[in-house]
């Protein structure tokens, strides 16, 4: 039996969280709803700029973890912070919510601690503008075989592709998971990384045992329409998860085929809907239920973090399945 149910790798950021309105986003250059990496003088900007603010543990793995967590897997997170006050405050969230933080604070004259302003408009659109700090620094010296290497599922962050150290960790581990037994995937992340890294998914796909992604992601993957891109994938990949912002879920496994329906909600807050998407999904791959349970459990998971505000749910996981016959 492995140590580990579930390691994901990724980017550890604090998400410092914030309303704004359109004319906000507008006045201060921000591109609603999507992630933008920004350099350091710009982040310290927008943080300045921030009012109410509201600090989290975040990271788009991470918070998934955080899922699989409440979910009652055990769990461990790869990630790299500083010995910095926002650092320490990362690695105890994290333990505190379950998940080993295998990897000290750094201490030294490194990169501060990685750090995300989320500005959450009135419809519950997010638009993350986000300072990679120390995070972009991970490497594969961070990979430990008797982390990586324990895990039964390995969850990979897209975003880790933005930088070449970061690339080679996420190769080390999902090497050292598949050659263990484990399984190892990944989710895409957002289209303009996907737009980035296009090559390098496209081999990725066919190389791992499961991907994520969403309406978008996909299609930006493979260059064409929804139904073309995922026909290409399921003949690439061994599973396929698409979402599609409130529409039926759609996942592939070979020649099955389940698509799951959503019940539409307005939310609170978009933020971490992918990433609790994704606990439910792994949730149920780990677990060994079927495709479509798999789907409605990553749908039950989203549905309940776009109901508060913040990227992790505050609710019984398991208790929201069970009330839907899930187990």
Not at 3 to 13: E, F, L, P, R, S
Not at 197 to 217: K, M, S
Not at 284 to 292: H, I, V, Y
Request: charged share 25%; aromatic share 8%.
């Amino acid at each position: 039996m492995k140590k580990y149910q579930v390691v994901g790798i990724g980017n550890a950021i604090v998400d410092v969280f914030a309303q704004a309105d359109d004319s906000f986003l507008e006045l201060m250059g921000i591109e609603k709803g999507i992630m933008q990496l920004v350099e350091r003088e710009r982040g310290e900007l927008l943080y300045a700029s921030m009012k109410d603010r509201v600090q989290a543990p975040g990271g788009s793995v991470a918070n998934t973890l955080a899922g699989l967590g409440n979910l009652g897997l055990k769990t461990a997170f790869i990630g790299r912070v500083h010995d910095d006050a926002l650092g320490r405050f990362y690695a105890a969230s994290m333990a505190e919510g379950g998940t080993d933080f295998v990897n000290a604070p750094v201490p030294g004259g490194e990169l501060p601690t990685s750090r995300s302003m989320i500005f959450v408009a009135p419809d519950g659109e997010r638009s993350m503008n986000t300072y990679l700090g120390i995070s972009s620094e991970l490497g594969p010296e961070d990979v430990a075989g008797a982390v990586a290497g324990e895990a039964e599922v390995l969850f990979l962050e897209g975003y880790l592709y933005d930088k070449p150290k970061g690339k080679r960790a996420f190769e080390r581990a999902a090497k050292l998971c598949r050659q263990a037994g484990g399984r190892a995937g990944i989710a895409l992340s957002d289209p303009f990384c996907v737009n980035r890294h296009r090559a390098d998914f496209r081999r990725l796909v066919r190389d791992l045992d499961y991907v994520i992604g969403n309406q978008h992601e996909w299609e930006s993957l493979y260059e064409t329409d929804l139904d073309s891109a995922l026909t290409q994938a399921a003949a690439d990949c061994g599973l396929v998860a698409c979402t599609r912002s409130g529409e039926e879920v759609i996942v592939l496994r070979g020649d099955e085929r389940a698509v799951v329906p959503v019940k539409r909600v307005v939310p609170v807050d978009a933020t971490g809907a992918g990433d609790q998407f994704a606990a439910g999904f792994i949730y149920g791959m780990a677990t060994g239920r079927s495709l479509e349970v798999s789907g409605r459990m990553g749908c039950v998971a989203a549905a309940e973090v776009i109901s508060h505000f913040g990227a992790r749910p505050e609710a019984d996981l398991r208790a929201l399945f069970a009330a839907q016959s899930l187990i």
